[in-house]
């Protein structure tokens, strides 16, 4: 595991902005994995800079993300289709059949998993993976409890997920209480994993996964089996440690 200590929020965001565009320039990176959340949001301002300054072409990339809240469809505005729309694909103009998301609202929710799984599997897997991490430990919208061997499933959230997440909605009533995630067996066979933090509210989250036992209660703490792992956190976030 590589720590990089980051000055605060913005010094987190630049250097994760060019550990990802780094590895694009390079040609190391052909299925990227994308995570949603407020931590990456300044990367991803940070990232399209850096695409749109260098016209790099983007035609042979593609991107898988973590997860969708079911119940919702690509268009809803609180959808993680629209956050990624929002927020990286409209502005880098990346060709949209290479963008990959769970779908929300097909009705049948295991045979989505089943076909985001095999996608995952026919693109050849994820090169590089972007992780937040939930106060409680989460990756992806895998709870505490989630088998570490888990394939991309329908998942309960969390009351404490479910109440983090309500700021992004006007109404609370409205946040979904399940969603589509990628398993913890299938991140884990990511080939590299990179993974923010950012705040006090993540420290004892990020403590746990530098240096708690290796437990399903804390799913975080699995990627301390992984060979390439980089977290890049600011110093609140490491605070604890
Ligand atoms: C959400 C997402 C995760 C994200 C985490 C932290 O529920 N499913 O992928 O990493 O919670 O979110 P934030 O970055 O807003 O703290």
Do not use: W
């Not at 991490?133 to 998942?155: D, K, L």
């Not at 703490?221 to 060979?227: A, D, E, I, W």
């Amino acid at each position: 595991m590589k720590i990089i200590k980051a000055e605060n929020y913005n010094d987190m965001s630049e250097k994760a902005a060019q550990f990802i565009f780094e590895r694009l320039i390079r040609g190391d990176v052909k299925v990227l994995g994308l995570a949603t959340g407020g931590t990456p949001v300044g990367l991803y301002k940070r990232l399209i800079k850096h695409i749109n300054d260098k016209n790099l072409s983007l035609s042979a990339l593609h991107t898988v993300n973590l997860d969708e809240y079911v119940g919702l469809s690509d268009e809803d505005p609180n959808s993680y289709h629209q956050y990624m729309e929002d927020e990286l694909f409209r502005p880098i103009n990346i060709p949209r059949d290479q963008t990959h998301l769970p779908h929300g609202d097909t009705g049948d929710s295991e045979a989505e998993c089943k076909r985001y799984e095999r996608l995952i599997q026919d693109l050849g897997g994820i090169d590089l993976q972007l992780l937040g991490i939930g106060q409680n430990g989460h990756i992806g919208f895998n709870e505490p409890g989630s088998s570490f061997s888990g394939r991309t499933a329908v998942v309960d959230l969390a009351p404490s997920t479910i109440e983090a997440n309500a700021r992004y909605f006007t109404d609370k009533n409205k946040v979904p209480r399940k969603a589509i995630t990628m398993g913890i067996g299938t991140i884990m066979e990511s080939r590299s994993i990179l993974l923010l933090a950012s705040g006090k509210d993540k420290a004892e989250a990020v403590k746990k996964m530098i240096e708690g036992e290796i437990t399903e209660q804390t799913p975080a703490t699995v990627l301390q089996n992984h060979s390439d792992l980089t977290v890049i956190a600011d110093k609140e976030a490491l605070s604890q440690l």
